[in-house]
């Protein structure tokens, strides 16, 4: 089984991508799962129910998020709503919308989703190591084949999220900082691990800004809109081959595909 996890999606040209790239991989059998992180995609910061249902009906399984996954209001009916929306576990209980999901995947086989949020200079959230170890005492018990969004800032602490979840998940895939990294790997016990899968938008950019207006903000300290930038779509990512049977990861490549201006 080959999941496609996808870096974050920043705005129409991050939605435009997923467009243009996943469909075609899909029909291709390259990938047979995907996983897209949509949480800036409406505008660069939060989405809405459009901007989701976009990814979904581009052929996206399911959309994890993070910080940001409440930034527009009008996601809180329909993350309650569409279960393939994910946001973080480690949020209060009692919260819209769920931090994982499992989904039928061909015969007596299931995948499951987990979102999860670093704490590091993020928000002080439950506890997201303490979080997956009680998140896996009931998916474990459902499917072997579980694939794990960390959606945090600091290196250290995705890293030592794979090395917590070696041989408990089958991918342990990092998100938030837009920029990827290139350590992908096999980790001992099986799991596929990689820091950050980058991001899916314009790449000549200030993590998908307007590099004129972070410019202006970082030289006056004053305010400045962050619009999104428009060049050089990129989706990035990796593609994991997983054995359905065991969960254990096989194999883990990095991708940086370029959007066809001319399509």
């Not at 989701?52 to 009906?57: D, R």
């Not at 910080?67 to 393939?84: N, W």
């Not at 299931?110 to 928000?123: E, H, Q, Y």
């Not at 054995?243 to 883990?252: H, N, Q, R, V, Y």
Request: charged share 25%.
């Amino acid at each position: 089984m080959k999941i496609l996890a996808i870096g974050d999606v920043v705005g129409k040209p991050g939605r435009q991508a997923v467009k243009q790239f996943v469909g075609k991989m899909k029909k291709k059998n390259e990938v047979d799962f995907v996983i897209a992180n949509g949480e800036n995609s409406a505008g660069g910061s939060g989405y809405t129910d459009k901007t989701a249902m976009e990814l979904l009906a581009s052929n996206v399984d399911v959309i994890t998020s993070g910080d940001h996954v409440f930034k527009k209001k009008d996601i809180l009916s329909y993350i309650d709503k569409e279960d393939r929306l994910l946001r973080p576990a480690n949020y209060p209980i009692g919260i819209p919308g769920c931090g994982y999901i499992i989904l039928p995947f061909g015969d007596d086989v299931k995948v499951a989703v987990v979102n999860i949020l670093g704490r590091v200079f993020l928000k002080p959230l439950r506890c997201p190591f303490k979080t997956m170890e009680a998140l896996l005492d009931e998916i474990s018990k459902v499917t072997p084949n579980i694939i794990v969004d960390f959606h945090a800032e600091a290196t250290s602490e995705k890293i030592a999220m794979g090395w917590f979840l070696d041989g408990k998940v089958s991918a342990v895939v990092g998100t938030h900082t837009h920029v990827q990294t290139s350590d992908e790997i096999i980790l001992p016990k099986g799991t596929a691990y990689i820091t950050d899968l980058g991001m899916t938008g314009p790449i000549d950019s200030v993590l998908g800004r307007d590099i004129s207006n972070v410019l202006e903000h970082f030289l006056t300290g004053m305010p400045a809109k962050l619009n999104v930038a428009k060049d050089n779509i990129q989706l990035q990512g990796v593609i994991i081959d997983i054995d359905e049977k065991t969960g254990k990861a096989k194999s883990i490549k990095r991708i940086k595909l370029k959007l066809d201006e001319a399509s």
